[in-house]
Nanobody
Framework: QVQLVESGGGLVQAGGSLRLSCAAS????????MGWFRQAPGKEREFVGA????????SYTDSVKGRFTISGDNAKKTVYLQMNSLKPEDTAVYYC????????????WGQGTQVTVSS
């Protein structure tokens, strides 16, 4: 099992910034990659981006490219989501997740942190 705890959410005005953190514990040696997802009210959960622990390969969904940055601290087993130029449509509960392989799905999830962007 991998336990994940997100932090850093809050209320921010449009154009502002927030940094989310996700601390992993437990069987972290089994984790291949960490992902960030978000779910807005009435919408399905969507992929935001991901980073691999080895090699630091990073991917983003198109809507956040150039505004969001994912980074990781392997020693602390913590990943970050720096969100700049926030828009009201970025309002959602943000989740981090862990997967153990290149393929397959993300098996472990955090409890989520609310991000609200006011216009």
């Amino acid at each position: 099992q991998v336990q994940l705890v997100e932090s850093g959410g809050g209320l921010v005005q449009a154009g502002g910034s927030l940094r989310l953190s996700c601390a992993a514990s437990g069987r972290t040696f089994s984790s291949y990659a960490m992902g960030w997802f978000r779910q807005a009210p009435g919408k399905e959960r969507e992929f935001v981006g991901a980073i691999t622990w080895r090699g630091g390969r990073i991917s983003y969904t198109d809507s956040v490219k150039g505004r969001f940055t994912i980074s990781g601290d392997n020693a602390k087993k913590t990943v970050y989501l720096q969100m700049n130029s926030l828009k009201p449509e970025d309002t959602a509960v943000y989740y981090c997740a862990s997967k153990s392989g290149i393929g397959g799905s993300f098996e472990f999830w955090g409890q989520g942190t609310q991000v609200t962007v006011s216009s």
